[in-house]
């Protein structure tokens, strides 16, 4: 055994101190010293307590010490072990396993308090676990154990083995035992609290680094698409493995859902990124200007054609062109269109037949569903085929709702620099607007946070106020005027059966039933006639031939 170190110099020690009537010592006061320049040197708790049992052991005599605390590997209300120990073997501490309340350890963990056993061999809870009987001296053998305490309570024992022919009293070594239990206390409280504290710095560095992973995403896609929902990275990828390739790409989803955005993405990851990106919503240009807008026209082509125009195709020459709502194009628009996609070629409204190149690569979208519309023979089939050679299913927002609150502090921040605002969402609020379904998806997320913006002003956008503004949204959304039925379709004629108009023969009582339909209708005869079921031309006749014969 290595020669103790030696005292310090008398200034640098403590005074005597008097704990439950007695003084310590010279070893005593050294022991607590060098234990608490070893706290201040080093935070690691297995160097730490190692080094304080070490001392324990040379200084005073205390041999065998450990520290048991609750066993982390257990279930729950499960045992305590072993965790720092001098002078035990690896097999000693392997077997150092307690229930609460089992044994010395255990009634210690359970009740709080020290234990003093004066002779193991006399005392039958001393379970000789750890350390086997016949490893110790053959002599009187004594254990202490006294509780380690932290700021919220027990945090496990300290105990040591004791020769019985010390001069010193067995409650001057519970008392130093008390004081040294309070030094490892601190240690294991701080080492609690930097692993807590390192747990939220792992947590943070991981969302941080996630943060990072997304933004390295959006910096892939120059179009600033927010979002890490599973759907939306699945299309997003469909999008950057088919950018390269100069194919027509069909964007599939409901409306707000932001094809624009993906539309434009996948122009900017193209080869064609420096070429123009031209966008038209085919649901937006009456009929009759559908030509001029795509294909342009001369001069003279129609009235007010003053000035020649060139077409969306011819703006979007080299690059992209856009197509949205592609489902509302009117079937003659449908043919042309077919007919440049497989020529590549245009002819301007009244350009006399002459054509001119287009390379333009075509992006197409719709919220409907374009196979039951071919179906209906609302659109041609070829088209379809000719557009759905890559369809990339966007996500609704209720889909990823996990994206809601990165979207929300994307829109907040542009509005806020719009409108000049200072605006901040609080907690629930954003619960609310991510538990919301949002029919009308990003569009209407970003109309809604828009007028929270502008109403709230200044400050934090609360709880209240958003309810309001999505009660408003589901009130609008129920007064909405239902769309009107379409007349159902007549029946075409059967084969066998010549189509015949019915036709009842004039009969003289029927001329007061219909002067009173014509009287009910103001005279209107067109009216009654719709009233009593016949044409106007049959219900003049009626009336013609009855009042000029009345008997007939």
């Known amino acids: 055994m290595p020669s103790p170190q030696p005292p310090l110099p008398e200034e640098t020690l403590p005074s005597p101190t008097r704990v439950a009537g007695e003084l310590f010592t010279e070893q005593e006061r050294l022991l607590l010293v060098e234990s608490a320049r070893r706290l201040t040197r080093c935070l690691e708790p297995e160097r730490v307590i190692r080094e304080m049992l070490q001392l324990m052991s040379e200084l005073i005599g205390l041999n065998r010490g450990r520290v048991v605390l609750p066993d982390p590997a257990a279930q729950a209300g499960g045992s305590l072990a072993i965790a720092h120990a001098y002078g035990l073997t690896r097999e000693e501490i392997a077997r150092g ?34 350390v086997e009987r016949r490893t110790l001296p053959a002599g009187r053998v004594s254990f202490i154990a ?33 004081a ?24 943070e560095n991981h969302r941080l680094r996630h943060a990072l992973l997304a933004r390295g995403s959006q910096r892939a896609n120059p179009a600033g698409i927010v979002g890490s929902a599973p759907p939306l990275r699945q299309a997003l990828r469909q999008i950057e493995q088919v950018a390269s ?25 193209s080869p064609r990124r420096s070429a123009p990106f031209v966008k038209i919503n085919c649901g937006a240009i009456p009929e009759a200007l559908f030509e001029s807008e795509l294909f342009g026209h001369e001069r003279g082509a129609f009235t007010g054609a003053s000035t020649a125009r060139v077409g969306r195709f011819e703006q979007a020459h080299g690059g992209t062109l856009f197509l949205d709502e592609i489902g509302d194009l009117p079937l003659p628009m449908q043919v042309k269109l077919l007919r440049v996609l497989q020529e590549k070629r245009i002819e301007r409204l009244g350009g006399e037949g002459r054509e001119i190149p287009v390379d333009v690569r075509l992006v ?3 919220h409907q569903d374009l196979h039951k519309r071919v179906e209906s023979g609302q659109f041609r089939a070829d088209l379809m085929y000719r557009l759905n050679v890559i369809p990339v299913q966007l996500p ?27 605006v901040i969402v609080g907690a629930a609020a954003m619960q609310l607007l991510c538990e919301h379904e949002w029919p009308g998806n990003i569009r209407q997320l970003g109309n809604v946070l828009e007028r929270l913006v502008l ?36 029946l075409p004629p059967s084969a066998s059966t010549p189509p015949v108009r019915h036709y009842d023969w004039v009969r003289a009582d029927e001329l007061p039933h219909l002067e009173a339909a014509v009287l009910r209708a103001g005279g209107n005869r067109s009216r009654a006639a719709r009233e009593l079921g016949l ?15 009345p008997a007939q």
């Open 97 to 130: 396993h307690y229930a609460w309340n089992e044994g010395i350890t255990g009634r210690v963990m359970s009740s709080g308090s020290g234990a003093i056993v004066q002779d193991i061999d006399n005392e039958p809870a001393f379970l000789c676990r750890a």
């Open 245 to 269: 390739a100069d194919v027509t790409v069909l964007l599939l989803g409901e409306s707000g859902t932001g094809k624009e955005l993906f539309a434009r993405a996948l122009h900017l990851q």
């Open 455 to 490: 109403l709230s002003g200044d400050g934090e956008i609360s709880a209240t106020l958003v309810a309001r503004a999505l009660l408003d949204e589901s009130v609008r959304a129920s007064t909405e005027p239902p769309a009107l039925p379409q007349p159902p379709e007549p």
């Open 146 to 178: 006294v509780p380690v305490m932290g700021a919220h309570g027990q945090l496990g024992v300290l105990a040591a083995h004791r020769l019985r022919d010390r001069p010193r009293s067995l409650s001057s070594d519970l008392t130093l035992l008390g």
């Open 535 to 549: 044409t106007p031309r049959q219900l003049n006749y009626r009336l013609k031939q009855l009042q000029a014969n």
């Open 180 to 203: 040294l239990a309070a030094l490892i206390g601190q240690v294991l409280q701080v080492n609690r609290l930097v692993a807590e504290r390192t747990a939220v710095l792992e947590q």
């Open 396 to 422: 609704a927002l209720r889909e990823r709702r996990g994206d809601v609150p990165e979207l929300v502090r994307n829109f907040i921040s542009r509005l806020n620099q719009q409108h000049q605002r200072n």
């Open 364 to 366: 197409a979208a719709t």
